[in-house]
C-alpha cells in the first residue's frame, strides 16, 4: 500500500511540475506541424511578417478541420489577425531559408486549448479531441477503361504515399506493392467491392479497416477544368459495422499560373478531401458538446503493483474526462469517480485508444475499469 501511494504521489508531482499532462493532451491535438509559408515582399522582413501571420492562420484553419466535421467549417466566425495570435500559445520555425526579398519556413504552432475550446462552445459547434486508430486505403485509378492499383504509374496511390498525414485525425497508411498485397487483392477485385478478397486482404493484412478508394479523371471538353471522381467504400472484419459510401469530386483549373500541369495539385487536392471524410467518420463517433458532464463511479482490479500509476497517467491523456476522484485504493483494487463530458460509450472508446478498458457488467450495471495489454505493455510511455 506504501509503495503504490508513493507511486502514485511521484507521478502527481511529477504531473504538476513539468505539466505533463497539458502537454500530452496538446501534443496530439493542439499542435499544427510542417505548415509551409513562402511570402514575396518589397523586403524580407516584410515577407517574413506576412508569412508568420498567414501561417498562424492556416494553422488555426487546420486545427479546426482536425476538430470539427466539415460541414461545420462554415459556422466559424471571422478572425482578426489579433484573434488569431490571441488562440496561438507559441510556435516554432524550421527549415528558415530566406533571400532579400522572399521568406520560405516551416512552421510548427501551438494553441492554447481553453481559448479554442471557448470559440467552438461559444458557436455551439461540436468537436472531437480524440485520435482515432490508423485505418489503411487502397487508392484505385481509373482512366479510359484501364485500372491501376500497384502499378509504378499509378499517381494516385502515389498521392497518398506522399501526402502529410501528421495533422489528421485518423492516421492513414497506403498498404506497399508488395508480391504479398498484388496476390491477395487486384484493382479490379477491389473496384468491384470483391467482399471475399477484401475481406481476405484485411485479415492476412491484419488491418484495423480499409478504404477502397476509387478515382476518375476527367477533363472538360473546353480543355481549362480537370476533375477527380472519388468513390470511398470503407471496409472492415466486424459485422455489424457498415458505412454508407460515399462520393466526392474536386475541380482545379488545368494549369497553374506559370502554365504548368495541374495533375499533381489536383490528386493531393482529392487526398485531402478524401482524408477529411475519413476523420469525419471517426469525429462522428467521438464529436462532443462539451456544455455538458456527467459522473460514474469505476472500480478496477489491479495485476501489478504499477496499474494504477498507469491508468492514472493514461486517464489524463483523455481529453473527455474532466476530473477523476480516488475514491480508495489498495493492492487488489481502486475505486473512482469519473466526470468526463459527452456519452458514456464516448467515453469507453476514448479511453480504448489509450489502453484503457471501461465496460459496464450486465448483471450489477456497475462500471468497471482495467488496463489492455497495450497499456501495460509499456506502448504509450
Known amino acids: 500500500m506504501f509503495c503504490i501511494s508513493f507511486l502514485m504521489l511521484t507521478a502527481n508531482q511529477a504531473n504538476a511540475q513539468n505539466g505533463f499532462a497539458d502537454i500530452n493532451r496538446e501534443a496530439d491535438i493542439y499542435t499544427i506541424y510542417n505548415m509551409e509559408v513562402d511570402e514575396t515582399s518589397r523586403n524580407v522582413a516584410t515577407a517574413?511578417?506576412?508569412?508568420?501571420?498567414?501561417g498562424q492562420r492556416e494553422s488555426l484553419m487546420r486545427l479546426f478541420r482536425r476538430m470539427i466535421l466539415t460541414t461545420d467549417m462554415d459556422r466559424?466566425?471571422?478572425?482578426?489577425?489579433?484573434?488569431?495570435?490571441?488562440?496561438?500559445?507559441?510556435?516554432?520555425?524550421?527549415?528558415?531559408?530566406?533571400?532579400?526579398v522572399r521568406y520560405i519556413a516551416s512552421l510548427v504552432?501551438?494553441?492554447?486549448?481553453?481559448?479554442?475550446?471557448?470559440?467552438?462552445?461559444?458557436?455551439?459547434?461540436?468537436?472531437?479531441?480524440?485520435?482515432?486508430?490508423?485505418?489503411?486505403?487502397?487508392?484505385?485509378?481509373?482512366?479510359?477503361?484501364?485500372?491501376?492499383?500497384?502499378?509504378?504509374?499509378?499517381?494516385?496511390?502515389?498521392?497518398w504515399q506522399n501526402y502529410d498525414m501528421t495533422?489528421?485525425?485518423?492516421?492513414?497508411?497506403?498498404?506497399?506493392?508488395?508480391?504479398?498485397?498484388?496476390?491477395?487483392?487486384?484493382?479490379?477485385?477491389?473496384k468491384n467491392d470483391d467482399q471475399r478478397s477484401i475481406a481476405s486482404f484485411i485479415e492476412k493484412s491484419a488491418l484495423n479497416e480499409l478504404i477502397i478508394a476509387v478515382a476518375n479523371l476527367r477533363k472538360r471538353a473546353s480543355g481549362d477544368k480537370?476533375?477527380?471522381?472519388?468513390?470511398?467504400?470503407?471496409?472492415?472484419?466486424?459485422?455489424?459495422?457498415?458505412?454508407?459510401?460515399?462520393?466526392?469530386?474536386v475541380t482545379l483549373p488545368a494549369y497553374d499560373e506559370t502554365g504548368k500541369s495541374n495533375l499533381e495539385a489536383l490528386y493531393m487536392a482529392g487526398v485531402d478531401a478524401a482524408s477529411g471524410w475519413v476523420d469525419d467518420l471517426w469525429k462522428m463517433q467521438v464529436l462532443v458538446n462539451y456544455g455538458i458532464s456527467s459522473k460514474i463511479a469505476v472500480r478496477g482490479d489491479l495485476e501489478k503493483i504499477n496499474d494504477?500509476?498507469?491508468?492514472?497517467?493514461?486517464?489524463?491523456?483523455?481529453?473527455?474526462?474532466?476530473?477523476?476522484?480516488?475514491?480508495?485504493?489498495?493492492?487488489?483494487?481502486?475505486?473512482l469517480e469519473i466526470e468526463f463530458s459527452g456519452e458514456a460509450e464516448q467515453l469507453v472508446l476514448s479511453l480504448a485508444q489509450q489502453g484503457v478498458r471501461l465496460s459496464q457488467n450486465e448483471e450489477t450495471e456497475n462500471w468497471e475499469i482495467g488496463l489492455t495489454n497495450v497499456a501495460t505493455s509499456g506502448r504509450f510511455n
Not at 517574413?48 to 498567414?54: E, G, I, P, V
Not at 466559424?76 to 532579400?100: A, H, K, M, T
Request: proline share 4%; net charge negative.
Open 48 to 54: 517574413r511578417d506576412r508569412a508568420l501571420r498567414k
Open 76 to 100: 466559424l466566425p471571422e478572425f482578426s489577425d489579433l484573434d488569431v495570435q490571441d488562440y496561438v500559445n507559441g510556435f516554432e520555425i524550421n527549415n528558415e531559408r530566406r533571400s532579400s
Open 109 to 159: 504552432v501551438h494553441f492554447n486549448r481553453d481559448k479554442i475550446n471557448d470559440v467552438l462552445s461559444n458557436n455551439q459547434i461540436p468537436y472531437a479531441e480524440t485520435l482515432g486508430r490508423a485505418v489503411s486505403v487502397l487508392p484505385v485509378f481509373e482512366e479510359g477503361g484501364t485500372l491501376r492499383l500497384w502499378e509504378k504509374d499509378n499517381l494516385w496511390r502515389e498521392a
Open 167 to 190: 495533422n489528421n485525425l485518423v492516421p492513414v497508411d497506403t498498404p506497399a506493392p508488395t508480391l504479398k498485397n498484388r496476390f491477395y487483392i487486384s484493382a479490379l477485385q477491389a
Open 226 to 249: 480537370i476533375s477527380l471522381d472519388i468513390h470511398l467504400k470503407q471496409n472492415s472484419l466486424v459485422e455489424e459495422a457498415y458505412y454508407e459510401p460515399k462520393t466526392l469530386s
Open 308 to 335: 494504477w500509476v498507469i491508468m492514472q497517467r493514461q486517464l489524463e491523456k483523455v481529453n473527455l474526462v474532466k476530473k477523476v476522484d480516488l475514491k480508495s485504493l489498495n493492492i487488489e483494487t481502486v475505486d
